[in-house]
Every structure is written in structure tokens, then in C-alpha cells.
């Protein structure tokens, strides 16, 4: 018995609409079923996958103790230049870099409510 696949990531909004906008039109997932739980929320789908999972904070309620060492997450894209226009049309800052190894491309951008999301990009050829 083992782990067999990775499912999803959940976080906790100050403003779920916000967030929910910036993960479907700058990220580019899309909303999807999602149970109908007693708590604002949506799932966040990549293709079949519901990989983001989004609740509601409550007013006033900061974050989770334990969650503090989450840096980042990360998704594999495609069309770089695309997303760079995306980015700054939006006026949202970010940061490039490339991995020395194998040439991947890389933007990191935060979301509404603070999260790195990284984006790696096929090396140039």
C-alpha cells in the first residue's frame, strides 16, 4: 500500500470570487463539480482533475497553524509568451528565472491571496 497519485491542494480565500477569477482567467482552470458542502467554495479543475480546491475564509480568520511552510505551487503550462502578455495586461507583478539543469522556463506569480504559483515552460530550442 502507497500513495498511487497526487489529488488536490486546498486553500483557504479572503475573497473566494477573487481568487476564483485569477485561477480561471490568468491560471486557466476551469470551475467544476464540487459537492455542496455547507461552506463557500469551488473545485478547480486541470482537464478531469479537480487539483485546487478553494474555500471561503471566514471574516477575520487568518490562516491555518501547521500550513506556514507551503512555498509554492507548481503547474506545467504552455505558451510563455502568452502568459507574460496575460501577466502584464493584468499589471500583476512576477518573477522569471530558468532552471540551470535542463533550460526550463519558469514565471512565478502570487495569487489574490498570497500564494507563489509557479508556471514551468518547455525549454527554448
Do not use: C
Not at 49 to 73: C, I, P, S, Y
Amino acid at each position: 500500500m502507497g500513495i498511487e497519485a497526487f489529488q488536490h491542494v486546498n486553500t483557504r480565500s479572503a475573497d473566494v470570487e477573487r481568487t476564483r477569477e485569477f485561477y480561471e482567467t490568468v491560471i486557466g482552470l476551469t470551475v467544476g463539480p464540487r459537492p455542496p458542502f455547507s461552506f463557500r467554495g469551488y473545485w478547480l479543475y486541470l482537464g478531469e482533475q479537480a487539483v485546487l480546491h478553494l474555500v471561503q475564509r471566514a471574516d477575520g480568520d487568518r490562516h491555518h497553524e501547521g500550513t506556514g511552510n507551503l512555498d509554492h505551487v507548481a503547474f506545467f503550462a504552455s505558451d510563455y509568451e502568452g502568459m507574460r502578455r496575460r501577466l502584464v495586461d493584468r499589471s500583476l507583478p512576477f518573477r522569471e528565472a530558468v532552471v540551470p539543469r535542463d533550460g526550463t522556463r519558469q514565471i512565478f506569480v502570487k495569487d489574490p491571496d498570497g500564494l507563489t504559483i509557479e508556471l514551468n515552460f518547455a525549454p527554448l530550442t
